[in-house]
Antibody, heavy 119, light 109 residues
Framework: QVQLQQSGPGLVIPSQTLSLTCALS??????????WNWIRQSPSRGLEWLGR?????????DYAVSVKSRMTINPDTSKNQFSLQLKSVTPEDTAVYYC?????????WGQGILVTVSS | EIVLTQSPGTLSLSPGERATLSCRAS???????LAWFQQKPGQAPRLLIY???SRATGIPDRFSGSGSGTDFSLTISRLEPADFAVYYC??????????FGQGTKLEIK
C-alpha cells in the first residue's frame, strides 16, 4: 500500500522560503512509471497543480507557469522522498499543500499541511 | 488554460437518492482526459473516476462517470451518508498543466 507522509513548518515569514518534504512508502521515487507532484488548495485559488518530478532514465521536472520562477522540486533517492521549495513567499501562498502520485491524474495523496505565510 | 465549471455549486439530496454532478470544460477535453475526486473535511482529495468513466481502485459501482467533449458528469446512484462531501473534476489533456473545477458540495437535505 502506497503512503505519502508530508512534513514541514506550518508558518513561514513573508519573503522567506517555504520548504516541505514528502516521504514515500510502498513505492519508489525513482520509479520509471510514476510521477511525484505538489498540489495546493486555498479558498481563493481552489486546487492548483504546482509541479512534479519523475525519473525516466534521467530526472525531469515540470512546473506551473504561476510558480516556475520561484519553485524547485528535488528527489532524494537515499531517503525515498521528494521536496518542495518555494522562494519569496507572500500571503497569497497561504494554502494547504499536498504531495501526490500520478502522471496524469492523482491516485495517492499525502495528508496535507496547512502553510500560513505571515509575519 | 482549460477552465472547468462545475454545477450546481451545492446539491441538497437525501440518502438513497440519485445525484448527478456536472463539469463543463471551456475547450474540448480530448481522449476523455477527465477525473473526478471526492474530498471530505480535513482530508485530501480521493480519486473516484479517471478517463471520464473508469472507476479507480476500490471505488464502489454506485459511482459512475460519463460524458465527452466539453460536458461530463458524475452520477452516484444511491446516496449513502458517507457520500456527502465536495466533488471536484480535473482535466489532464494539457498534462502536466492540469486544472480543477471549483467543486460541487453535496449536502444532506
Amino acid at each position: 500500500q502506497v503512503q505519502l507522509q508530508q512534513s514541514g513548518p506550518g508558518l513561514v515569514i513573508p519573503s522567506q522560503t517555504l520548504s516541505l518534504t514528502c516521504a514515500l512508502s510502498g513505492d519508489s521515487v525513482s520509479s520509471n512509471s510514476a510521477a511525484w507532484n505538489w498540489i495546493r488548495q486555498s479558498p481563493s485559488r481552489g486546487l492548483e497543480w504546482l509541479g512534479r518530478t519523475y525519473h525516466r532514465s534521467r530526472w525531469y521536472n515540470d512546473y506551473a507557469v504561476s510558480v516556475k520562477s520561484r519553485m524547485t522540486i528535488n528527489p532524494d533517492t537515499s531517503k525515498n522522498q521528494f521536496s518542495l521549495q518555494l522562494k519569496s513567499v507572500t500571503p497569497e501562498d497561504t494554502a494547504v499543500y499536498y504531495c501526490a502520485r500520478g502522471v496524469f491524474t492523482f491516485d495517492c495523496w499525502g495528508q496535507g499541511i496547512l502553510v500560513t505565510v505571515s509575519s | 488554460e482549460i477552465v472547468l465549471t462545475q454545477s450546481p455549486g451545492t446539491l441538497s439530496l437525501s440518502p438513497g437518492e440519485r445525484a448527478t454532478l456536472s463539469c463543463r470544460a471551456s475547450q474540448i477535453v480530448s481522449s476523455n482526459s477527465l477525473a473526478w475526486f471526492q474530498q471530505k473535511p480535513g482530508q485530501a482529495p480521493r480519486l473516484l473516476i479517471y478517463d471520464a468513466s473508469s472507476r479507480a481502485t476500490g471505488i464502489p459501482d454506485r459511482f459512475s462517470g460519463s460524458g465527452s467533449g466539453t460536458d461530463f458528469s458524475l452520477t452516484i446512484s444511491r446516496l449513502e451518508p458517507a457520500d456527502f462531501a465536495v466533488y471536484y473534476c480535473q482535466q489532464y489533456v494539457t498534462s502536466p498543466m492540469c486544472t480543477f473545477g471549483q467543486g460541487t458540495k453535496l449536502e444532506i437535505k
